[in-house]
């Protein structure tokens, strides 16, 4: 459980039960309002339920309030590689998302990603593990169908976990 005091306070609790190599949960967040005279409101709710085996997984979870599912499956290649994939459907409006990922590992600090929407964003992430505490990263992402200024993006970054 969440609880932030500053906004609202806002409230975020959720659960999670595994059974096998089936697990279920749910998630609700809810603001309390109290720094004003609105009513308490949930903001968002959402349930799942994901299926593991050895190699691969995958699951079916709500968002948006229940608004929206989405189905991810996640495949391991090899020692060194795994391939994922979502679906998004909205259930109240026609906007659909599939979403295509691969990761690669290079050695046991450094790996390569990347993904490729149904929007035509191509996003790619290098990152280099100097040691186990300090790595870094190389990302973009270009959209392919608006090669246009400010469309494309680059990014680096240094990450160090004492």
Not at 8 to 36: C, F, M, Q, W
Not at 62 to 81: A, E, H, V
Request: hydrophobic letters at 35%; one cysteine or more.
């Amino acid at each position: 459980m969440d609880i932030d005091v500053v906004n609202g306070p806002n409230v975020i609790a959720n659960t999670l039960y595994t059974r096998g190599k089936v697990s279920v949960g749910g998630e609700v967040h809810v603001n309390t309002h109290l720094e004003d005279s609105e009513s308490m409101e949930v903001v968002d709710a959402s349930i799942g339920i994901g299926y593991k085996e050895t190699g691969w997984e995958a699951t079916v979870r709500t968002t948006k309030s229940f608004n929206s599912i989405r189905g991810t499956y996640l495949q391991t290649l090899s020692p060194y590689t795994e391939l994922a994939a979502s679906v998004d459907f909205a259930l109240n409006e026609n906007n659909q998302k599939i979403t295509v990922a691969m990761r690669n590992h290079i050695d046991k600090f450094s790996f390569m990603k990347a993904k490729m929407d149904s929007s035509s964003v191509l996003t790619c992430c290098y990152v280099h593990g100097i040691s186990e505490a300090l790595q870094v990263s190389v990302a973009m992402s270009a959209d392919a169908k608006d090669w246009g200024p400010g469309k494309q993006k680059i990014g680096i970054g240094i990450s160090y976990d004492a």
